[in-house]
């Protein structure tokens, strides 16, 4: 450890966050916590054995900053860093941070707030807001807020953004903390342990500013991050019902390991495509043409063994041929538009007349300059 708080005094809040090669955005990361409203707070950072200019960076606001705790270590991966560094905290509550992200200047006072109002609940949550990489904002989530709409959601996908959540550390202690089995989705799998004993609960405002780069995790690992959420999902059934979670002894969660849950190859499909449709459209939307293209030709590779969902497989199309359009490639642009018209006619119907339209007055420009 490089820095200790100069208190004896516990902090309220602890907030956690691990880094592995983070320089890039790692400094309006950090100032957004510490420039929060709420100053009754823990700032503990884990260096997950980076090898750019991050350990010189955390070294500088340890030393100026008495709430920043830094502890250094050899690569060891996001949960076992999470797990020491919320087994380190000392705070009634822990608060998560991602090193790419920004916190709202008010994020932990709302959220500390609504957490001294509601003992019963055991994570709460927020809306978040997508930025890019330079900063810029283009979209807002917004999840379910109240406890049994977030308890059902979490069938079907992860309605708490990771990086925006307050998790009271008595909940995170009751079960075990973050298990290394659901590597890439250990939040998914947090929430579902957590959801069993405790409420849950989302704050209407936007709490956090998500950024949508090319090189976040959940771009890089979005199959096994799919694969680990279907897994905690089948988990989570398994206790519902009363039975006890299997016995696994791989690494990580596989397709093999889903078919022995009882997670069928169709359904892993499914869920990959759908996940796969949404992110090349944050990416599209992000203006990440190179992480467009490789997403959707990872896609088409997943749509192969069988029939897929026509609407995702649509969607995912339109975006390519945004990707293409930008590119300087009007010609490809509409080829990709009419696969998605060919793939789901109704929902491309009205896509297709906007790129259209796009399509010839960009012609018509083009030609009354030649």
Known sequence: MTAVSNTMTPPFVSVVMSVFNGERFLREAIESIL????????????????????????????????????????????????NRGCGLA??????????????????????????ERHAD???????????????????CIHYPVENE???????????????AVVIRKEAFLSVGGYRRLFVDAEDCDLWLRIAQRWRLANLEAVVVKYRIHPDQVS?????????????????????????PEPVIS???????????LGVNQATQQRALVGIYAFWIGLMSRASQDDAVLRLFEELIDLSRPGPVDRYALSYAMLSAART?????????????????????????GRPLKRALNSFFRRFKGEEGRA
């Not at 709409?149 to 990086?163: D, R």
């Not at 897994?231 to 519902?240: D, Q, Y």
């Not at 791989?250 to 889903?258: A, G, Q, S």
Request: net charge positive; hydrophobic share 45%.
């Open 35 to 82: 420039s929060q409203t709420f100053r009754d707070f823990e700032f503990i950072i884990i260096n997950d054995g980076s090898t750019d200019g991050t350990a010189a960076m955390l070294d500088s606001y340890a030393r100026s900053d008495p709430r920043v705790r830094v502890y250094q270590q050899e690569n060891k991966g996001l949960i076992e860093s999470l």
């Open 90 to 115: 000392r705070g009634k509550y822990l608060a998560r941070m991602d090193a790419d992200d920004i916190a709202v200047r008010d994020r932990l006072m709302w959220h500390v707030e609504f957490m």
């Open 121 to 139: 609940i055991g994570v709460v949550g927020g809306a978040m807001e997508l930025i890019d990489s330079a900063g810029r904002a283009w979209h």
């Open 149 to 163: 709409e977030i308890k059902s959601a979490l069938l079907l996908y992860s309605p708490f953004p990771h990086n």
């Open 219 to 243: 771009y890089r690992k979005l199959r096994q991050q799919t694969l680990s959420a279907l897994a905690a999902r089948a988990f989570a059934s398994l206790r519902a019902d009363g039975s």
């Open 250 to 260: 791989d690494e990580r969660i596989t397709p093999e390991v889903l078919v022995r």
């Open 324 to 348: 293409h359009y930008r590119r300087g490639s009007p010609v490809r642009a509409l080829v990709y538009v009419g696969r998605a018209l060919l793939a789901r006619p109704v929902i491309a």
